[in-house]
T-cell receptor
């Protein structure tokens, strides 16, 4: 079975541009979460979607937005890119975030560089 | 405020020896879960072990065990019989009930020496 997939693998953008990152969860998983991992730090929670609804949002500006499609894949959009948005963006899928034990499976990440 | 603290930026261990990676957490929620993840240089986060706040026994998964001390709010990861392939970043994370986000610590970089 395929794991969580993310595209693209790497991306280089310039300040002010926008970017769209994509994630496909494990088959059967209905929840997708997005994390930003700046070099040398732990992942920071951005969004979680479950059954196409936003269930949680971290402390990120409105430049960050996301959505989940009927097939449970997800897109993360970032507008007006800043140098500080350079990071590894991780997507994680899980089956049911309402369960107390809800293991998340992470994708390989998209490394975004903003010049 | 909910927080995960990992105080060891880097650790070295000799191959075949055991190593303990420290993690303390802070939450006022009585229901929570604690997770450890391994992140190799490739970047992908690999789930290692889980401990629920109401679990009576410490979690174990193969060479990984979790030393859960609830009163001290610590959840240390013990890796037995270290292997060269264990060299990676290790992150402790917490999820409390009623929230959908996982809070991660800053990580510990483990280097296994031959």
């Amino acid at each position: 079975d395929a794991g969580v997939t993310q595209s693209p693998t790497h991306l280089i953008k310039t300040r002010g541009q926008h970017v769209t990152l994509r994630c496909s969860p494990i088959s059967g998983h209905k929840s997708v979460s997005w994390y930003q991992q700046v070099l040398g730090q732990g992942p920071q929670f951005i969004f979680q979607y479950y059954e196409k609804e936003e269930r949680g949002r971290g402390n990120f500006p409105d430049r960050f937005s996301a959505r989940q499609f009927p097939n449970y894949s997800s897109e993360l959009n970032v507008n007006a890119l800043l140098l500080g948005d350079s990071a590894l963006y991780l997507c994680a899928s899980s089956s049911n975030p309402d369960r107390s034990y809800n293991e998340q499976f992470f994708g390989p990440g998209t490394r975004l560089t903003v010049l | 405020a909910q927080k995960i603290t990992q105080t060891q930026p880097g650790m070295f261990v000799q191959e075949k020896e055991a190593v303990t990676l420290d993690c303390t957490y802070d939450t006022s929620d009585p229901s929570y879960g604690l997770f450890w993840y391994k992140q190799p240089s490739s970047g992908e986060m690999i789930f290692l072990i889980y401990q629920g706040s109401y679990d009576q026994q410490n979690a174990t998964e193969g060479r990984y065990s979790l030393n859960f001390q609830k009163a001290r709010k610590s959840a240390n990861l013990v890796i037995s019989a270290s292997q060269l392939g264990d060299s990676a970043m290790y992150f402790c994370a917490m999820r409390t009930s009623g929230t959908y986000k996982y809070i991660f610590g800053t990580g510990t970089r483990l280097k296994v020496l031959a």
